[in-house]
């Protein structure tokens, strides 16, 4: 090789050389940014929280990471109304409280920041009804796992949207469908058509109330006959109308025909349901079982089980006194459950006060007194886990 080659050679080399060391160095640099940058990310998000923290005797550790927060308090559906408990700030800006024990229930809470209510950030588990957005824990033990997701065969819930022509809407409901539905298309079933409160939405009797999970661990206990269960909006009202009516049997009017005329219909049309009277239930808690009782009643050639949690109205007498004059006739017709709370005064009372007249009147009814519960979800819950073993059968 000439000293001319060679010396072009090695330019070439050195060339090449530079090139490599600078696409060395552009890595490094990239590389040592990147672990800036994440170092930073780390530190703007703090340490890795856990909340909440249940521990093996029912305690509750709630944890927030927020530095700059002037203030933190929980408020759950533990305690009374407006009840607070007062987050603590340690020095890496994570806050905590320890609240219990609790008793195994499910329960929802809500944290407030410098006054601002919020659902816990670390915690996936949330609810949202007619009223409120909230986090959701379940404190495990004897009761709770009744509605646990359990290692059990699952049923399915879809959310259905069907026109009414009568309210001049477009509306929703869910439906659960039981475990095997999809796989075996012989097979039909009953149907209970399952009403929420006053303070919640189509949606509550599957977030709050666990409704799938109640059935399908029944269902696989062999305790409750595979159903369909309907869960529809129980707002209704007519085009031009402002407000429900207030009053008697009216007040339901709208809803009352929208559900027979064409809900119910319209899911024996679409579903594989037993569509007769005797394999058709209602039931509802409070407004719902308010519901339950007036159109239920008014309706024995479409329903032959009710059931009313925590829902007998005020006017009670007059929507039994159709039903007391028929006395022990009455018993072919329907099969009556009510349920209540212990700590719900009112609505307990008032079922005591039924179960009075009916028993006069020698008609057959059950009742469930749901012991140290309140007009809350833990009482319903309760009251379908009850009534469903009882349908059907």
Same mark, same amino acid.
């Given at each position: 090789?000439?000293?001319? $080659? ?54 509750? =550790? ?12 929980? @408020? ?9 408990? !007062? ?22 809470? &809500? ?7 919020? +659902? ?10 007619? =009223? ?79 409704? &799938?999970?109640?059935?399908? @661990?029944?269902?696989?206990? $062999? ?17 031009? #109308? ?21 809900? +119910? ?48 109205? @005020? ?6 006194? $159709? ?8 018993? #072919? ?7 209540? $709370?212990?700590? !719900? ?20 009814? #059950?009742?469930?007194?749901? #012991? ?22």
């Amino acid at each position: 090789m000439t000293g001319n $080659g060679l010396e072009k050679l090695m330019q070439t080399f050195k060339n090449l050389t530079m090139k490599v060391l600078k696409s060395v160095f552009t890595i490094v640099f990239l590389i040592g940014l990147v672990s800036v940058q994440a170092q930073e990310m780390a530190q703007r998000r703090g340490p890795r929280i856990v909340s909440p923290e249940i521990s093996g005797d029912n305690h509750i =550790t709630f944890n927030v990471y927020s530095p700059d927060a002037q203030s933190i308090r929980v @408020n759950g559906s533990w305690m009374g109304f407006g009840d607070v408990a !007062e987050l603590k700030k340690n020095d890496e800006g994570v806050w905590s409280v320890t609240v219990g024990p609790l008793s195994p229930s499910l329960y929802h809470y &809500n944290l407030i920041i410098d006054g601002v209510s919020v +659902i816990d950030p670390a915690n996936p588990k949330a609810m949202r009804d007619g =009223t409120r957005y909230a986090s959701t824990l379940i404190v495990p033990g004897d009761g709770s796992e009744v509605f646990q997701v359990n290692d059990v065969p699952h049923g399915s819930v879809a959310k259905v949207w069907y026109n009414s022509p009568s309210l001049g809407l477009t509306r929703r409901l869910y439906v659960y469908t039981p475990p095997g539905y999809d796989k075996d298309n012989s097979t039909r079933y009953p149907v209970l058509y399952l009403q929420h409160g006053a303070g919640e939405l189509e949606m509550e009797w599957t977030h709050s109330g666990k409704a &799938n999970f109640i059935l399908d @661990n029944l269902i696989a206990e $062999g305790k409750a006959l595979p159903m369909i269960i309907v869960m529809n909006n129980g707002f209704a009202t007519r085009t031009g #109308q402002t407000g429900q009516t207030p009053a008697g049997n009216a007040r339901w009017s709208a809803f009352e025909e929208m559900l027979i005329k064409e809900v +119910i219909p319209d899911i024996d049309a679409n579903y594989r349901t037993i569509s007769d009277r005797e394999h058709r239930a209602m039931a509802g808690l409070s407004m719902g079982g308010m519901q339950t009782f007036t159109i239920g009643l008014n309706r024995l050639d479409t329903f032959s089980h009710l059931g009313i949690f925590s829902g007998v109205p @005020n006017n009670y007498t007059d929507l039994l006194k $159709g039903v007391l004059e028929q006395g022990p006739a009455f018993n #072919q017709k329907a099969k009556l459950w009510f349920g209540a $709370g212990t700590e !719900e005064a009112s609505f307990h009372n008032r079922q005591k006060e039924v179960q009075d007249l009916l028993v006069k009147s020698g008609i057959k009814a #059950q009742f469930y007194d749901s #012991q140290n519960t309140a007009h809350e979800f833990q009482t319903w819950r309760r009251c379908l886990h009850q009534f469903a073993q009882l349908l059907f059968k």
